[in-house]
């Protein structure tokens, strides 16, 4: 870790310095003018940057891709209305995670529990595919918000773009550290990146990640937390 790094658990000057969130962010071009055109077209569509989820002295974090068009870039909301959140809610349900199996609008009444859920770009990206350079323009968002994991708790990367910016917001070379759905990786202060494969609607039609496969990885985050398994 480099030496200036933040690690999880200890929150620096540095982080405080650096927002969590900003709503009026317009630092990458191309995603600002997407988003400028996406409004136009659905007016109704928060089409902003969406913010983490969850609770903020959350043992889990969760890192995803960026928001879907017509999920979270319309709702406000990580995963919330988009496909890929199928599979994660009912999964985060199942766990103890979240009230609710299912998360469809920004005012249906569901909570997590325990757990937060970010993007690794805050901004709805063309063809859901953002830039190497956007993705480490929006980092600084990542790494303030990676800072407030306390010590011994859990991030979970969905898929290799959001294990890479996971691994830069906490100052960590990623070739110290491959993706591998499955993976584990021990980091300072006890806290360990845990690496699934997205749950996105091309991975999960085409099988590369079932309900059982993503369920195997939160039985390790669970162990690793010390939670009691759940009753399923």
Do not use: W
Request: hydrophobic share 40%.
């Amino acid at each position: 870790m480099r030496a200036d790094a933040k690690k999880p658990g200890i929150v620096t000057d540095a982080a405080i310095a650096t927002p969590v969130y900003d709503a009026g962010c317009r630092r990458c071009v191309r995603l600002a003018s997407f988003l400028d055109e996406v409004r136009i077209a659905y007016p109704t569509y928060r089409c902003l940057p969406v913010p983490p989820f969850g609770d903020p002295n959350a043992r889990l974090v969760i890192v995803g891709l960026a928001p879907g068009m017509h999920g979270a870039n319309a709702t406000g909301r990580p995963f919330t209305g988009d496909f890929a959140g199928i599979l994660l809610f009912e999964t985060l349900y199942a766990y103890g995670y979240a009230s609710s199996p299912q998360s469809r609008t920004i005012d249906d009444p569901l909570t997590l529990v325990d757990c937060r859920i970010t993007n690794s770009v805050k901004c709805l990206p063309p063809q859901n595919k953002p830039t190497p350079l956007e993705m480490r323009t929006c980092n600084d968002y990542l790494t303030a918000d990676l800072a407030a994991v306390p010590a011994g708790g859990a991030l979970l990367a969905l898929g290799r773009v959001a294990h890479e910016a996971a691994l830069i917001a906490l100052g960590i070379r990623r070739a110290t550290h491959a993706f591998a759905h499955g993976a584990r990786h021990m980091l300072d202060n006890g806290v360990a990146l845990f690496d699934s494969y997205h749950c996105s609607r091309y991975n999960t039609n085409t099988g590369r990640l079932t309900t059982a496969m993503f369920r195997s990885v939160f039985d390790l985050i669970d162990a690793h937390l010390g939670r009691a398994q759940p009753q399923r």
